[in-house]
Protein backbone atom coordinates (compact mmCIF):
# COMPACT_ATOMS: atom_id res chain seq x y z
CA UNK A 1 0.00 0.00 0.00
CA UNK A 2 1.07 3.44 -0.80
CA UNK A 3 1.73 5.59 2.31
CA UNK A 4 3.30 7.77 3.83
CA UNK A 5 5.00 6.26 7.60
CA UNK A 6 5.47 8.87 10.42
CA UNK A 7 6.83 8.10 13.59
CA UNK A 8 6.02 8.70 16.50
CA UNK A 9 2.15 9.69 16.23
CA UNK A 10 2.04 11.10 19.77
CA UNK A 11 4.71 12.32 22.14
CA UNK A 12 5.31 13.92 25.15
CA UNK A 13 8.18 15.41 26.22
CA UNK A 14 10.20 18.07 28.21
CA UNK A 15 11.82 21.77 27.02
CA UNK A 16 15.16 20.78 25.88
CA UNK A 17 15.24 17.02 25.11
CA UNK A 18 16.54 16.70 21.63
CA UNK A 19 13.95 14.23 19.37
CA UNK A 20 13.15 12.81 16.05
CA UNK A 21 10.35 12.57 14.15
CA UNK A 22 11.14 10.22 11.58
CA UNK A 23 8.91 10.11 8.01
CA UNK A 24 9.13 7.49 5.25
CA UNK A 25 7.56 7.21 2.20
CA UNK A 26 7.22 3.70 0.02
CA UNK A 27 6.60 5.53 -3.57
CA UNK A 28 9.62 6.39 -4.74
CA UNK A 29 8.52 10.23 -4.20
CA UNK A 30 11.26 13.25 -5.34
CA UNK A 31 9.74 15.36 -3.23
CA UNK A 32 9.05 15.38 0.74
CA UNK A 33 8.59 17.98 3.06
CA UNK A 34 7.15 18.53 6.53
CA UNK A 35 4.11 20.40 7.98
CA UNK A 36 3.10 22.35 11.01
CA UNK A 37 -0.61 22.77 12.06
CA UNK A 38 -1.58 25.13 14.45
CA UNK A 39 -5.05 26.19 15.16
CA UNK A 40 -5.52 29.60 13.10
CA UNK A 41 -2.61 29.22 11.04
CA UNK A 42 -3.11 26.75 9.07
CA UNK A 43 -0.34 23.89 7.64
CA UNK A 44 2.91 25.90 7.55
CA UNK A 45 5.73 24.29 6.13
CA UNK A 46 8.91 23.99 8.38
CA UNK A 47 11.42 22.42 5.69
CA UNK A 48 11.48 20.77 2.26
CA UNK A 49 13.39 18.18 0.13
CA UNK A 50 13.40 18.42 -4.08
CA UNK A 51 15.48 15.00 -3.71
CA UNK A 52 18.26 13.01 -2.21
CA UNK A 53 21.22 15.49 -0.35
CA UNK A 54 19.07 18.67 -1.08
CA UNK A 55 17.32 20.46 1.48
CA UNK A 56 15.90 23.79 2.38
CA UNK A 57 14.02 26.23 4.54
CA UNK A 58 10.46 26.92 4.68
CA UNK A 59 8.65 29.32 6.33
CA UNK A 60 9.11 28.73 9.72
CA UNK A 61 12.65 26.43 9.99
CA UNK A 62 13.67 27.96 13.18
CA UNK A 63 14.49 25.37 15.93
CA UNK A 64 14.15 22.67 13.63
CA UNK A 65 16.74 20.18 11.26
CA UNK A 66 16.11 17.82 8.70
CA UNK A 67 18.24 15.14 6.82
CA UNK A 68 17.58 13.51 3.40
CA UNK A 69 20.43 11.16 2.83
CA UNK A 70 18.23 8.29 1.45
CA UNK A 71 14.81 9.19 -1.31
CA UNK A 72 12.43 7.04 1.24
CA UNK A 73 13.12 8.65 4.59
CA UNK A 74 13.57 12.88 5.82
CA UNK A 75 13.40 12.66 9.25
CA UNK A 76 12.68 16.13 11.93
CA UNK A 77 14.77 16.43 14.29
CA UNK A 78 14.14 18.88 17.03
CA UNK A 79 17.51 19.67 18.69
CA UNK A 80 16.30 21.65 21.98
CA UNK A 81 12.47 21.24 21.79
CA UNK A 82 10.32 24.36 23.54
CA UNK A 83 7.09 24.56 24.49
CA UNK A 84 6.19 26.80 21.15
CA UNK A 85 6.72 23.57 19.45
CA UNK A 86 3.67 22.12 20.64
CA UNK A 87 1.96 21.37 17.48
CA UNK A 88 0.51 18.88 14.81
CA UNK A 89 2.90 17.62 12.50
CA UNK A 90 2.71 16.36 9.01
CA UNK A 91 5.31 14.95 6.42
CA UNK A 92 4.32 14.73 3.08
CA UNK A 93 5.80 13.66 -0.21
CA UNK A 94 4.96 14.11 -4.22
CA UNK A 95 6.14 12.20 -7.13
CA UNK A 96 8.45 14.96 -8.12
CA UNK A 97 8.97 18.50 -7.37
CA UNK A 98 6.54 19.42 -10.51
CA UNK A 99 3.76 18.00 -8.71
CA UNK A 100 4.37 19.86 -5.03
CA UNK A 101 0.12 20.57 -5.15
CA UNK A 102 -0.29 17.06 -4.99
CA UNK A 103 0.90 15.95 -1.67
CA UNK A 104 0.48 12.64 0.43
CA UNK A 105 0.52 12.99 4.25
CA UNK A 106 1.57 10.98 7.10
CA UNK A 107 -0.96 10.39 9.60
CA UNK A 108 0.57 13.21 11.29
CA UNK A 109 2.66 13.52 14.75
CA UNK A 110 1.35 15.05 17.79
CA UNK A 111 3.92 16.72 20.04
CA UNK A 112 3.66 18.44 23.03
CA UNK A 113 6.83 19.69 24.86
CA UNK A 114 6.30 20.57 28.37
CA UNK B 1 4.00 37.72 -0.34
CA UNK B 2 0.99 35.08 -0.29
CA UNK B 3 -2.97 35.69 1.19
CA UNK B 4 -5.00 33.61 1.39
CA UNK B 5 -8.75 33.64 2.51
CA UNK B 6 -11.46 31.50 3.16
CA UNK B 7 -14.53 31.19 5.44
CA UNK B 8 -13.72 29.64 9.01
CA UNK B 9 -16.69 27.60 9.29
CA UNK B 10 -19.76 26.45 7.44
CA UNK B 11 -22.84 24.50 8.01
CA UNK B 12 -25.47 22.21 5.70
CA UNK B 13 -27.94 19.86 5.31
CA UNK B 14 -27.78 16.42 4.39
CA UNK B 15 -28.65 16.10 0.33
CA UNK B 16 -28.06 20.01 -0.14
CA UNK B 17 -25.29 22.08 -1.63
CA UNK B 18 -22.63 24.07 -0.73
CA UNK B 19 -20.19 26.50 -2.22
CA UNK B 20 -17.00 26.95 -0.36
CA UNK B 21 -14.95 30.00 -1.57
CA UNK B 22 -11.34 30.85 -1.34
CA UNK B 23 -10.07 34.45 -2.53
CA UNK B 24 -6.35 34.41 -2.82
CA UNK B 25 -3.63 37.57 -3.52
CA UNK B 26 -0.35 36.23 -4.76
CA UNK B 27 2.75 37.53 -6.37
CA UNK B 28 3.12 34.52 -8.79
CA UNK B 29 0.60 31.79 -9.22
CA UNK B 30 1.12 28.34 -10.53
CA UNK B 31 -2.28 26.24 -9.41
CA UNK B 32 -4.59 26.25 -6.61
CA UNK B 33 -5.46 23.03 -4.49
CA UNK B 34 -8.06 21.78 -2.81
CA UNK B 35 -7.49 19.55 0.48
CA UNK B 36 -10.33 18.05 2.80
CA UNK B 37 -9.45 16.88 6.04
CA UNK B 38 -11.41 15.17 8.82
CA UNK B 39 -10.77 15.72 12.25
CA UNK B 40 -7.63 13.98 13.64
CA UNK B 41 -6.59 12.87 10.06
CA UNK B 42 -4.30 13.69 7.47
CA UNK B 43 -5.53 16.41 4.10
CA UNK B 44 -5.98 14.29 1.22
CA UNK B 45 -5.72 16.16 -2.00
CA UNK B 46 -9.26 16.92 -3.83
CA UNK B 47 -8.27 18.97 -6.95
CA UNK B 48 -6.37 21.20 -8.75
CA UNK B 49 -7.10 24.04 -10.80
CA UNK B 50 -4.25 26.09 -12.80
CA UNK B 51 -6.75 27.28 -15.57
CA UNK B 52 -9.73 29.31 -15.55
CA UNK B 53 -13.31 27.51 -15.51
CA UNK B 54 -14.77 24.27 -13.64
CA UNK B 55 -13.44 21.09 -12.88
CA UNK B 56 -15.86 18.62 -11.87
CA UNK B 57 -14.98 15.10 -9.81
CA UNK B 58 -17.86 13.35 -9.15
CA UNK B 59 -19.53 15.22 -6.41
CA UNK B 60 -17.16 17.50 -5.95
CA UNK B 61 -16.18 20.75 -8.89
CA UNK B 62 -13.73 23.34 -8.43
CA UNK B 63 -14.00 26.60 -10.34
CA UNK B 64 -11.16 29.33 -10.64
CA UNK B 65 -10.62 32.85 -11.83
CA UNK B 66 -7.00 33.97 -12.06
CA UNK B 67 -8.31 37.59 -12.92
CA UNK B 68 -10.37 37.86 -9.76
CA UNK B 69 -7.45 36.08 -7.36
CA UNK B 70 -10.48 33.35 -6.52
CA UNK B 71 -12.06 29.62 -6.61
CA UNK B 72 -14.68 27.90 -5.01
CA UNK B 73 -15.33 24.05 -3.89
CA UNK B 74 -18.92 23.30 -4.66
CA UNK B 75 -19.81 19.90 -2.98
CA UNK B 76 -23.56 18.54 -4.22
CA UNK B 77 -25.33 16.03 -2.68
CA UNK B 78 -24.05 16.60 0.47
CA UNK B 79 -23.15 13.26 2.69
CA UNK B 80 -22.60 13.20 6.80
CA UNK B 81 -19.12 11.45 5.58
CA UNK B 82 -18.39 15.42 4.05
CA UNK B 83 -17.98 16.80 7.74
CA UNK B 84 -14.50 17.76 7.31
CA UNK B 85 -11.98 21.15 6.82
CA UNK B 86 -11.40 22.20 3.29
CA UNK B 87 -8.07 23.63 3.05
CA UNK B 88 -7.40 26.06 0.48
CA UNK B 89 -3.91 26.35 -1.40
CA UNK B 90 -1.76 27.86 -4.04
CA UNK B 91 1.37 27.43 -5.53
CA UNK B 92 3.54 29.67 -5.79
CA UNK B 93 4.97 30.25 -9.29
CA UNK B 94 8.64 31.01 -8.52
CA UNK B 95 9.10 28.32 -5.83
CA UNK B 96 6.67 26.08 -6.82
CA UNK B 97 5.86 26.09 -2.43
CA UNK B 98 2.23 25.34 -1.43
CA UNK B 99 0.63 27.93 0.75
CA UNK B 100 -2.43 26.95 2.77
CA UNK B 101 -5.42 28.74 3.94
CA UNK B 102 -6.29 28.33 7.37
CA UNK B 103 -9.45 26.43 6.33
CA UNK B 104 -13.13 25.59 6.43
CA UNK B 105 -14.45 23.60 9.03
CA UNK B 106 -18.01 22.29 7.24
CA UNK B 107 -20.85 20.87 9.52
CA UNK B 108 -23.60 18.75 7.50
CA UNK B 109 -26.26 18.21 9.83
CA UNK B 110 -29.02 15.75 9.38
Known amino acids: EAQVTQNPRYLITVTGKKLTVTCSQN?????MSWYRQDPGLGLRQIYYSMNVEVTDKGDVPEGYKVSRKEKRNFPLILESPSPNQTSLYFC?????????????FGEGSRLTVL | GQNIDQPTEMTATEGAIVQINCTYQ??????LFWYQQHAGEAPTFLSYNVLDGLEEKGRFSSFLSRSKGYSYLLLKELQMKDSASYLCAVRDLGTDKLIFGTGTRLQVFP
Open chain 1, 92 to 104: ASSLSPENTGELF
Open chain 2, 26 to 31: TSGFNG
Open chain 1, 27 to 31: MNHEY
